[in-house]
Every structure is written in structure tokens, then in C-alpha cells.
Nanobody, 120 residues
């Protein structure tokens, strides 16, 4: 079993910054792709950013140049640095990790979500 625990959400004014963290634990031999998604009220969950085990990153157009995804493989942790936040970034942010367990099991796991609210 794999658990993802997120932290770092909160309330911030427009133009401000927040840093989200997501720590993975449990039956983990390796973590392949990691990512952040978000879901605003009344909207579908959308991809924000992803990072491969080798460090290659991709971003939604709406956050390019403002958000940075990173990971610490030794700590099984990923981060999302969010700068120049806008009210439209308000959402529940979810981390995702695609893992391989010690027995070769492949899994796709989600965190519990953390609220990010940006006031205008």
C-alpha cells in the first residue's frame, strides 16, 4: 500500500507564493512519474504539472513560467512552487505518483488534496 501526504496549501493574496509538498510512503521500490492536478469548484480535475523520474517536466499552459515542479527521489517527495498566484489558481490541489512496489506491483496513487485559495 502507498500513501501520499500533501502539505503547504493555504490562503494567499494575488501575486503571492505558496509551496506544496507531497511525501510518498509505503510499498515503494521506485516512483516513475509524479504530478500535480487541481480541481476548482464546478470544474473537472486538470493537470497542472508532471515530472519524470529523470527530471523531465511539463506544465499546463496556464501555469507555465509561474509554477515549478521538482522532486527529491531520496525522500520520495515532490514539490510545487507556485509564484505570481492568481485568483483563478484557487482550487484543491492533488498530488499523483505512479509507483512500482517491491514485488513489481504497478500503482497510480493520489493524495488527499490540499486547498489553495488566492484572494484578489
Amino acid at each position: 500500500q502507498v500513501h501520499l501526504v500533501e502539505s503547504g496549501g493555504g490562503l494567499v493574496q494575488a501575486g503571492g507564493s505558496l509551496r506544496l509538498s507531497c511525501a510518498a510512503s509505503g510499498n515503494i521500490f521506485s516512483i516513475n512519474s509524479m504530478g500535480w492536478y487541481r480541481q476548482a469548484p464546478g470544474k473537472q480535475r486538470e493537470l497542472v504539472a508532471t515530472i519524470t523520474s529523470g527530471g523531465s517536466t511539463s506544465y499546463a499552459d496556464s501555469v507555465k513560467g509561474r509554477f515549478t515542479i521538482s522532486r527529491d527521489n531520496a525522500k520520495n517527495t515532490e514539490y510545487l512552487q507556485m509564484n505570481s498566484l492568481k485568483p483563478e489558481d484557487t482550487a484543491v490541489y492533488y498530488c499523483n505518483a505512479q509507483t512500482t512496489g517491491w514485488g513489481g506491483e504497478r500503482g497510480d496513487h493520489w493524495g488527499q488534496g490540499t486547498q489553495v485559495t488566492v484572494s484578489s
